[in-house]
């Protein structure tokens, strides 16, 4: 029986529902964030990552063990109760437009601006995407940290640079000359290129402000409690992996965008897609490495080598083939991640929209099977 037969529901009209017709509103939401994000950057003040990390941490000393268990609770609650959040009032902001039916204007009746995606619900639909879009990605402070970088070491000021490399990566910066401070930071674009933006774009349109909030969720825990050290070594665990399962598809996306836009930043799709595919899988992240070797190609320098952490050295195998990166390299990784970003963000719209096509014709098949 459809909608319109059950007792007590009145057909619905023009009027009172609106039309299943082509919404692109998760489309231009994820666009709007990203013009946001490169026009406005990161709020100064009460970001809502931070406050999040705030009370994760809060969490995190109530419920802490050296159990693997023990540190699967905790990311199961730090991420399942944001993301249900955000679809809680995701799904109210929908049932209020309908009544909690799925609903289209009968045969011939004229849609209302609000039913065409205008001044109505579909304008706030475009404005919840939007703002947890630009609440998530981090791309322009990721190329503002970079070139500030680039500024220092072209300046000879090796304590500014030093002072800056935090912002970037959690490397011990004590020791680093220019040749590393310049590999640290290509590296840390080249990755954070797909952490902070091609990743939350691909959430985005998965499952639109649920899936930016969960993913974002997901990375902020990585990078409290998924590293390596004698805390978090077992407690951390679940929070790594499930990192590492959500950037699965991202950062191979950010790879084969990196090298296809080789060439905006003077190198070679075909080296890049050659390194792409020899060095990417070299690296100990499973994911990481398709970014770096893809950006070393593209930039035709080599990257790896020792990297010195708090506490403890790791060893990276070496990726691409070349000099070392030097400064003047840290700003064509710039100009490289702002393409792969400016491309992921066509490429989320496009899959927003065709998700939205066919979830209109999800909701209308029913309808024509009808008596």
């Known amino acids: 029986m459809p909608p319109s037969d059950l007792p007590g529901v009145p057909p619905a009209t023009g009027a009172q529902a609106p039309s299943l017709a082509f919404r692109p509103s998760r489309a231009l939401g994820l666009v709007a964030g990203m013009a946001l994000d490169a026009v406005l950057g990161d709020p100064r003040r009460g970001h809502p990552v931070a406050l999040y990390g705030t009370a994760v941490s809060a969490l995190e000393r109530r419920v802490h063990a050296d159990s693997r268990a023990r540190g699967a609770l905790f990311t199961l609650i730090a991420v399942a109760a944001p993301a249900l959040a955000a679809a809680a009032v995701t799904r109210s902001h929908g049932t209020r437009r309908t009544g909690g039916l799925p609903s289209e204007p009968a045969r011939g009746d004229r849609p209302t601006r609000g039913d065409r995606g205008g001044l109505g619900s579909g304008f706030g639909e475009v404005a919840a995407v939007a703002a947890a879009t630009w609440a998530v990605v981090g791309g322009a402070s990721l190329s503002r940290e970079a070139l500030a970088m680039a500024e220092a070491l072209e300046r000879g000021d090796l304590a500014a640079a030093r002072e800056r490399l935090p912002h970037l990566c959690g490397r ?32 985005g349109a998965v499952a639109g402000v649920p899936g930016l909030v969960a993913y974002r969720a997901v990375n902020t825990l990585d990078a409290m409690v998924g590293h390596r050290s004698a805390r978090y070594e077992r407690f951390g665990w679940a929070s790594a992996r499930l990192d590492d399962l959500a950037n699965l598809a991202p950062a191979r996306i950010t790879g084969v965008l990196a090298a296809l836009a080789a060439p905006l930043a003077g190198g070679s799709a075909r080296r890049a897609l050659a390194v792409l595919r020899r060095d990417g899988h070299r690296h100990p992240s499973p994911n990481a490495g398709r970014c770096e070797a893809a950006f070393a190609g593209a930039l035709g320098v080599r990257l790896g080598g020792t990297n010195v952490y708090a506490g403890r050295t790791e060893h990276r195998p070496e990726l691409g083939e070349g000099p070392r990166p030097g400064v003047a390299d840290i700003r064509r990784t710039v100009r490289l991640a702002r393409a792969v970003s400016a491309a992921a963000t066509a490429l989320a ?11 209109r014709a999800a909701v209308r098949a029913p309808r024509r099977g009808g008596a």
């Open 349 to 359: 719209a496009g899959a927003a929209v065709l998700r939205s096509r066919e979830a």
């Open 172 to 203: 011990d910066p004590s020791k680093l000359g220019p040749e590393e401070l310049a590999r640290a930071t290509v590296e840390s674009v080249a990755e954070n290129t797909s952490d902070a933006v091609v990743a939350p774009l691909f959430w």
